[in-house]
């Protein structure tokens, strides 16, 4: 498990990369701006922006859903996630695998110190993995 502790660390490592690059948060969606358009807004201006345009035979993303009212609902989840609610998540999840860091134990095996017991059994890393998409085996 201490390998999955390292997959853990180096994710959130990734994660919190992309959200400090990206122009910080709070941001927000005015709703609706017309069919097939979104905006997301940060504090002085747009931060993304997408358009759809009508075609006769639209390519399969677009068909199945990505334009209009769905593109809407896309920009107000990247627009709820923006960096600054990221990073909270992050510092969240950086917490839980630091108190679950495995460590030798006096009798010098690895033991998670906040579950006194092994890391192969350590629910809160394995829960932590699985949130970010990294498999557990084991």
């Given amino acids: 498990m201490t390998d999955l502790h390292a997959k853990i660390t180096h994710r959130l490592s990734e994660l919190r990369a992309v959200a400090e690059a990206a ?4 941001w927000t ?15 002085k201006w747009a931060v ?11 390519p399969p993303a677009l068909r199945d859903g990505i334009g ?9 989840h990247i627009a709820t996630w923006n960096p600054a609610h990221s990073l909270r998540w992050i510092e969240w999840a950086e917490e839980v695998a630091d108190r ?7 009798d010098l095996l690895i033991w998670c110190w906040a579950c006194n017991r092994s890391p ?9 993995a699985s949130a970010l998409d990294i498999e557990v085996t084991g």
């Fill in 23 to 26: 122009t910080p948060g709070p």
């Fill in 120 to 128: 192969d059994f350590c629910a809160e890393l394995a829960g932590l």
């Fill in 68 to 76: 209009g009212e769905q593109a809407n609902h896309n920009a107000a």
């Fill in 29 to 43: 969606t005015p709703g609706p701006d017309t069919v097939g358009e979104w905006m997301i807004y940060g504090e």
């Fill in 48 to 58: 993304a922006y997408a358009a759809v345009t009508e075609h006769p035979d639209p």
């Fill in 100 to 106: 679950h860091m495995p460590a030798l134990g006096n």
